[in-house]
Structure formats: C-alpha cells, structure tokens
C-alpha cells in the first residue's frame, strides 16, 4: 500500500521559523509535492522535489531524502496568514498516481 | 484569468437523490480528476480522465460517475448508490503526465440531508 505521514497539528509563533515533516513508503517515485490549504478552500502550490536537497522558495523551502523516504517543509518568518493546513503528495508516476498525505494544521499564533 | 470552477460552493440535498457537481477548466489542460476530502483524511481519488470521452476509476469510485465530452469540462455524479456522500470535493486538472502539478478548483461542500 502507499503511505505518507506527517503531524496533525503544529502551533508556532509569528516570526519564528516551523519545519514539517513527511515520511513515506510508496510503490514507485517520480517527486514529491507540498501545498497549502486555508480552511475550505483549494490547496495551492508550493513546491515540487525531485532530486534530493533543499529548494528554497522566498520564505518557503523544502527538503527531500529519496533514500530515507522523508522529506519537510521549512517555513521561515512566519506570520498570521500562514496558519493553514500542508499537504504532502508523492507522485507515483502517471496521471493518477498521486497520493496525499492527510495535511499538517499549522496554527501560527501571535 | 485562466483557472477551474466549480460550482455551487454549498449543495444541499436529500437522502436518495442524485446530485452532479460541476467542474470547468480554462487552462487548456488534458488531464482533470475529482477528489473527495473528508476530516482527518487525506484527499482521496473518485475518478481521473487523461483525455476528452476518456476517464478511469480511482481509489474510491463506487456511487460515483462521471463523463469527459469536452475538454474543459468533468462533471461528476454522485448518485444514491454512495453511503457517505457528504463531505468536500475538490476538481484539479494538470498540464501533462510527465510533471503533475494539479490546480484546484475551489471545491464544492456537498451535505446530504
């Protein structure tokens, strides 16, 4: 079967920095992808690993171990409007073959 | 502006009817597939279509149809057949196979009575 773990929940507070954390065991690997969800709405795009090693994005870098099946997200300056849940998906390769972790809620607190 | 829509935002229905959520796409994408997302789960696959008349099953499909006459569109049925139809469904379309960025849709908040 796929599996792909990460935290429930996760508080931090504005300013500082979060990382977040995902492990899996999948059947086959062509990358991994991070979004962010807002409460009832669509997730949106942050990042996509392919090669190990750190991308950085602005505030928003993530990590990938292809050996150790891990990976994380690594928010920096947080602020208020990153409180949001993080969704880890490992794409499998093809168009169906994507499967996401169940989302880490961040709650970013003053 | 290119995107998905989807819409009602909020669908309510009653026990034993069927209800079809739309989903359109201006992005010119081939590939577009339904999620349902429920509390404490990941999203979770109903059915995928790579290309237009064109769709397989995902990882949940049962009480669930849908059909691919044009590009743009993906409409998806869920019919009484489904135990637990309330929950969040989501449409996400992507460019192609070789580098599967999804986009959302906004998502529909379907709750049966």
């Known amino acids: 079967g796929q599996n792909i773990d990460q935290p429930t929940e996760m508080t931090a507070t504005e300013g500082a920095i979060v990382q977040i954390n995902c492990t899996y065991q999948t059947s086959g690997f062509n990358g991994l992808f991070w979004y962010q969800q807002h409460a009832g709405e669509a997730p949106t795009f942050l990042s996509y690993n392919v090669l190990d090693g750190l991308e950085e994005k602005g505030r928003f870098s993530s990590f990938l171990s292809r050996s150790k099946g891990y990976s994380y997200l690594l928010l920096k300056e947080l602020q208020m409007k990153d409180s949001a849940s993080y969704l880890c998906?490992?794409?499998?390769?093809?168009?169906?073959?994507?499967?996401f972790g169940i989302g880490t809620k961040l709650q970013v607190i003053p | 502006d290119g995107g998905i829509t989807q819409s009602p935002k909020y669908l309510f229905r009653k026990e034993g009817q069927n209800v079809t959520l739309s989903c359109e796409q201006n992005l010119n994408h081939d590939a577009m597939y339904w999620y349902r997302q429920d509390p404490g789960q990941g999203l979770r696959l109903i059915y995928y279509?790579?290309?237009?008349?064109?769709?397989q099953k995902g990882d949940i499909a049962e009480g669930y149809s849908v059909s691919r006459e044009k590009k743009e569109s993906f409409p998806l049925t869920v019919t009484s057949a489904q135990k637990n139809p309330t929950a969040f469904y989501l449409c996400?379309?992507?460019?192609?196979?070789?580098?599967?960025?999804?986009?959302f849709g906004p998502g529909t908040r379907l709750t049966v009575l």
């Open positions: 998906a490992v794409w499998r390769g093809g168009y169906q073959k994507v499967t």
């Open positions: 996400a379309s992507s460019r192609e196979a070789s580098y599967n960025e999804q986009f």
């Open positions: 279509s790579q290309i237009v008349n064109d769709f």
